[in-house]
């Protein structure tokens, strides 16, 4: 295992596509083998706070001044806005519905392309986490350009559907942009989501995305579960929720694979 704390951002414009519920099943399942994991809510829809915390809890962070938004807005080290959650070895900044206002918040600020780099550069120096996994919202604006510029990995996650490829090409776009002034961050690899094993879409998708030059696709892929919104409605992760069911092996499959590449 290298060194130091690697940091994963989950990116597609594509909404829906599973970014908030990857980046909170792999960052447990992360736990689960031992790592220690900072997740941050980088989307005003607070769905990653939410799979850890309930809606009352979540909207008190949102409300307070313990937010990623107001550790932006300040340009704060993010080190004071971790709250610990209830899982072991995972830690989270919350967001705030306030985060539709970033891009404005941004706009005044001196490189305004690396807040949150420079907000994350205290915890990343401490070396306390394995991980910091960051879930972007399904935008591509100055914001997830922050995001983007504070990762050294993005993985994008693709549903399985008609419309889930389409729009890729913009993201590959404009990481082709970002990495103007992020040259060392790397396309950890595609994730395909949300599959329907009953349906052709899977292999469709596959097939499209294997032709893609210098493009990992993850070997694990995540299958249609109900026990997701389950977990979700009880605001915790899979694995936390109902260990067997496949979903949470999924997860567990898919942190391990991100896992060996470090
Ligand atoms: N494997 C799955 N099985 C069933 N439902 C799923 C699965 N993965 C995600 N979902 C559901 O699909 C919806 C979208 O997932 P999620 O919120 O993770 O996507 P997202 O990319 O973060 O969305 P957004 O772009 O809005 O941020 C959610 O309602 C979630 O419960
Ligand atoms: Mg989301």
Known sequence: MGAGTKVICFANNKG???????CSNVGYGLTQLGRKVLLIDGDMQLNLSLSLFDEDTVLGFAQGSRNLYEGIRRQDDLTDY???TPYEGLDLIP????????EYELFTKWQREYILKKGIANIRESGIYDYVLIDAPPTLGGWVMNILCASDEIVIPVEASPWGLFGLGNMFEFLDEVKQIAPELKLGGIVITKVDTRKNYFRQTLETLKELDDVKVFDTYIRVDSGIEWSQDNNAPVMAYKKSSRSAKEYMALAEEIDAAR
């Not at 829906?16 to 990857?22: E, I, L, P, Q, V």
């Not at 967001?95 to 970033?102: E, K, R, V």
């Open 16 to 22: 829906g596509s599973g970014k908030s519920t990857t």
């Open 82 to 84: 971790i709250v610990h």
């Open 95 to 102: 967001s705030s519905t306030l985060m539709s206002s970033i």
